[in-house]
């Protein structure tokens, strides 16, 4: 009788046990949460071999590296896809509302990670190789995610894309690093509490499990200190025997953390506030506009320094600068000495105007747009970047001309052309006011995939 009255005691605590509590609430995974579990153990095998490459079998020379990089990001895409999908009809259903139409930003990125993976498979992937070519798949496979996600700072790509991409990478996967333990723990313990009365026949199997394994490891201590016992049964514990340092154990253990960083990713992500993520941005932008305190008139100046100082060095070195444009070159010169002479340095001025313009317009205390010599001044260095853009350019492909091309140069003229790009897309924003970012994120993006055709 009291023993009855105890192991109906035990199973009362048992069913008492308390769900994890989830990021401050005690909130049950749902059903697509627990099924993402059983999905992300494989996949995270699978990305070993793209982390840790079997070169003695020759999975990296013979092509299979390639194949493995490609399954492994269909099967990405397609779990981020139905995971998404599922959550979203979910939450349409709940709030009675229509589902949003398909972004046709989404189908940008994910025909740019398929022009790298096509251009590893075709063997075309000279330009940037292949470390930096997965660096980019992986890139455009989370950027895609957030987009999917609805957790973009803003709309879609825009200023805030490095952001996005930070929140991607490391924010989102770590902050909810340990989100897979915790839905693992929750289905055993919802187990438990629907299983009160089993609770006994699933001790026991524990208990043999332990046993066994114990039971093994002083079979083989016993082998190994004295000899005759490991004649008579050596044998049977070396077919028992299980090499922890086999390749699949190895490979096991570094798929737990790989398995645990994509779930916090894909259903980490889901689980981020949209509304926080928002406020977060508006802090942003009203800490920038604290910044608005220096007066115009002192930009302006400095602007003007700024172009008189191109302008002279134009005078000053038109001829070696546009010699490219006439095929002419500097007296003691070589084509391969003076077209890398000067090249990165004129693209570094872009850069470094672009921060300039960057800090005038979030510093001055009025718009500058409303200023006319503001403007004025910015449009000036803007066009003289694009001159720097142009000249940098006919430099290179002087070069190309004589000696062909190589990755580098392509890489030169991919860097050339989004530099001449933005400066053209910032002036247009200058004076018509419409927002541009986006469409030179696009332009950079889908130019960075097609440089590995070549």
Not at 118 to 125: C, D, I, Q, V
Not at 162 to 187: A, E, Q, Y
Not at 320 to 344: M, N, S
Request: proline share 3%.
């Amino acid at each position: 009788m009291d023993n009855n009255m105890a192991n109906n005691n035990v199973n009362e605590d048992i069913q008492n046990i308390d769900l994890p509590r989830l990021y401050g609430n005690s909130l049950e995974p749902s059903k697509t949460e627990k099924i993402a579990v059983l999905f992300s153990f494989p996949i995270a095998f699978l990305y070993t071999y793209i982390i840790l490459p079997s070169y003695y079998d020759g999975t990296y020379k013979n092509g299979s590296w390639y194949a493995i990089i490609a399954i492994f990001t269909v099967l990405f895409c397609i779990s981020v896809e139905l995971y998404y999908k599922n959550s979203l009809c979910n939450l349409n259903r709940k709030l009675k509302t229509s589902p949003e139409p398909l972004k046709i930003e989404s189908f940008i990125w994910l025909g740019c990670i398929s022009v790298i993976l096509a251009s590893m498979f075709l063997g075309r992937n000279q330009v940037w190789g292949d470390g930096l070519a997965l660096f980019f798949i992986h890139g455009y496979a989370v950027h895609w995610l957030i987009l999917q996600s609805g957790r973009l700072m803003e709309d879609g790509s825009g200023p805030f894309t490095p952001l996005d991409i930070l929140n991607g990478f490391f924010v989102f996967p770590l902050k909810h690093f340990f989100l897979r333990i915790k839905v693992i723990w929750s289905i055993i313990t919802s187990k438990i509490n629907k299983k009160g009365k089993e609770n006994e026949r699933t001790s026991t199997w524990i208990a043999v499990a332990i046993g066994l394994i114990l039971f093994y490891a002083a079979g083989n201590l016993l082998a190994s200190a004295d000899e005759t016992f490991n004649r008579l049964l050596g044998d049977l514990l070396n077919y028992l025997s299980f090499d922890i340092y086999s390749e699949f154990p190895l490979r096991f253990i570094v798929s737990l953390p790989v398995g645990a960083y994509l779930y916090g990713l894909i259903v980490g992500t889901n689980r981020e506030d949209t509304t926080k993520l928002k406020n977060k941005k508006e802090y942003i932008l009203l800490k920038l506009d604290d910044l608005k305190k220096v007066p115009a008139k002192v930009w302006i100046i400095m602007l003007a320094g700024f172009c008189i100082l191109y302008l002279v060095f134009f005078f000053i070195q038109g001829s070696y600068i546009f010699g490219a444009f006439t095929r002419t070159l500097p007296e003691g010169f070589t084509v391969a000495q003076y077209a890398r002479q000067g090249f990165f340095e004129l693209c570094k001025i872009m850069g470094l105007n672009f921060i300039l313009l960057w800090i005038v317009i979030k510093s001055s205390n009025v718009d500058i747009r409303h200023n006319s010599l503001a403007m004025i001044m910015c449009s000036v260095i803007l066009a003289e970047s694009i001159l720097f853009s142009i000249t940098a350019f006919s430099k290179l492909m002087l070069y190309i001309s004589c000696f062909g091309f190589t990755p580098l140069r392509i890489q030169s003229a991919w860097l050339i052309f989004v530099l001449f790009c933005g400066s053209v897309l910032t002036i247009y924003s200058l004076w018509t006011r419409k927002k541009s970012f986006k469409i030179w994120i696009f332009i950079s993006g889908i130019s960075l995939a097609l440089t590995h055709l070549f």
